[in-house]
């Protein structure tokens, strides 16, 4: 204060501290040996957070990528019906479905569950496919789906659940339905687990259950599990809902399967009534199906009726050029054969044919098939120029897909009965005597539902030789056919089985 040197003065913060440090020399090195250290482990983590922030940024971007081609190929599939999908379309569309498991098996690795949901799908569609090699590459990609899910949610999980009953049944329609059982009463315990008595997944395994025991001819059982399903299913969901259809068509399946057709008939007018006025492929298989039931209980044009009308029904859905199945192009003339309309028969066989010839590749085995039951109708109409024109075809065809095939004998001895009736006698004799050979030396190979064919190449050969006056051959040929009737009628005994 009077501007004198300052000699001494109140002790300042940093002398303080320094006094401090020099009387704890040992307890300061400590703390900051500490402090040092988590300053150090600040920086560090700070520098990992930052990192691991960038690496998760980086894989939250490769989920996302993954995902968006994962939703991109769930689209894809879910926009391909297979039931639009025939002949060529459907090889087409297995190659589609072939490409894509290649990728989702390899490319999705690394995401188990959008894997996993993805192979379910292609499961799915791949047994929408309706065929043998379908079914087995639906269960390969159901098998996929249910061990990543197991090892994703463990169990009991729906999507577990959903994977067991979706395995069991491409595994049913393998025709391994006792094991396909296993797995769908395994589904059917984890849902009950899972969403308790009634909910609408419970009744699905339900009705996939009552699918396998009806293939096993155990109706009863599959009688009661299919009413618990359609009591449920009628309780928690709309009167149109596709669950219930499916449900309904299995009970009409079960029924008819009995022998109770005016119940299985009722269930399908239920059906019918349920979408008035509505197309889809869906109702043109419960036409079909009451058809059937109609046929059985003996209803033949009423049965016709309901035939013609699915056939109209699939062709708004998919077009007049699509050609019928075999199967529906069988049912279909076989009503018109019970009731003895061969003409429409034959007008069935030349729209189909026509169908068949429309399209740029048409299916061998279609044309072939086609073509020999419209040379049948033809021989026994008695128009043997057409049958000659169509049966020449036919055999063509066959020559060069399936030469070895005792069929195809057997449509030489066809073809050669044809000539006989039009006294062609020089081109007869070479296809009846080659048909009926070849049909001889392949004898292990011909089914017991077709020994009547084998007989009746015999039959023309006689007939062939009467019509030129031989009786030596006459006798030949008769003992032969005499032969092979004592031994057929001696199989069948042994057999049980009723000769053709």
């Known amino acids: 204060l009077g501007n004198e040197p300052v000699l001494a003065r109140p002790p300042s913060p940093t002398y303080r501290f320094q006094k401090l440090v020099r009387r704890n020399r040992l307890v300061v090195a400590a703390v900051s040996a500490v402090i040092v250290a988590l300053i150090a482990g600040l920086t560090s983590s700070t520098w990992l957070y930052h990192r691991e922030k960038a690496d998760r940024q980086r894989a939250l971007a490769a989920e996302q990528k993954a995902t968006t081609v994962a939703d991109f190929l769930k689209t894809v599939l879910q926009s391909l019906d297979p ?79 959903a994977s067991l009953c979706d395995l069991g049944n491409a595994i049913t329609m393998e025709d391994r339905q006792p094991e396909g059982q296993i797995l769908l009463h395994q589904a059917l315990a984890m849902r009950r687990t899972l969403f308790g008595k009634e909910h609408p997944e419970v009744a699905k395994s339900l009705t996939s259950l009552a699918d396998n025991l009806t293939d096993m001819e155990q109706f009863t059982e599959a009688e009661t599990l299919q009413i618990e399903a359609l009591t449920m299913q009628r309780k928690l969901l709309n009167a149109d809902d596709p669950d219930i259809f499916a449900s309904l068509y299995n009970f009409a399946r079960i029924l008819q399967a009995q022998g109770r057709l005016a119940e299985a008939e009722e269930i399908c007018r239920e059906l019918l009534a349920l979408s008035p006025g509505k197309a889809s492929l869906v109702l043109t298989g419960i036409l079909f199906k009451m058809s059937d039931v109609l046929r059985d209980q003996g209803k033949l044009p009423q049965a016709e009726i309901a035939f013609r009308a699915g056939i109209a029904m699939r062709q708004r859905v998919l077009g007049t050029e699509q050609p019928l199945a075999i199967d529906s192009l069988n049912s279909l003339t076989l009503l018109l054969q019970r009731q003895g309309k061969l003409a429409d028969m034959e007008v069935v066989f030349q729209e189909h044919l026509q169908s068949l010839q429309a399209r740029l590749q048409a299916e061998d ?44 004998f057997n449509f030489r001895s066809v073809l050669g009965g044809i000539f006989t009736k039009q006294h062609k006698y020089e081109a007869a004799e070479p296809l009846l005597v080659s048909g009926y050979q070849g049909m001889k030396e392949r004898e292990t190979k011909i089914p017991a539902y077709a020994e009547s064919y084998y007989k009746e190449s015999l039959q023309r050969l006689v007939q062939f030789y009467a019509a030129m006056a031989r009786p030596e051959k006459v006798a030949d040929w008769s003992q032969k056919l005499a032969a092979f009737g004592q031994n057929n009628s001696a199989t069948n005994a042994v057999n049980g089985a009723t000769p053709p």
């Open 83 to 161: 039931e639009l999908a025939s002949g060529q379309h459907t090889r087409m569309l297995e190659e589609i479905l072939d490409k894509t498991a290649r990728r989702v098996t390899t490319d999705l690795a690394s995401q188990p569950i959008i894997q996993a949901e993805l192979c379910s799908l292609l499961g799915n569609t791949y047994y929408q496919l309706n065929n043998s090699a379908a079914y087995a590459k639906s269960e390969t990609m159901h098998r996929t789906a249910l061990r990543l899910r197991k090892a994703a949610f463990g169990e009991p999980h729906r999507l577990v659940a």
């Open 365 to 408: 085995a279609a044309m072939i098939e086609t073509l020999g039951n419209l040379t049948l109708v033809l021989v026994r109409q008695g128009k043997w120029s057409a049958a000659e024109a169509s049966a020449r075809e036919g055999l063509t065809l066959r020559e060069q897909k399936m030469p070895d095939d005792w069929r195809t």
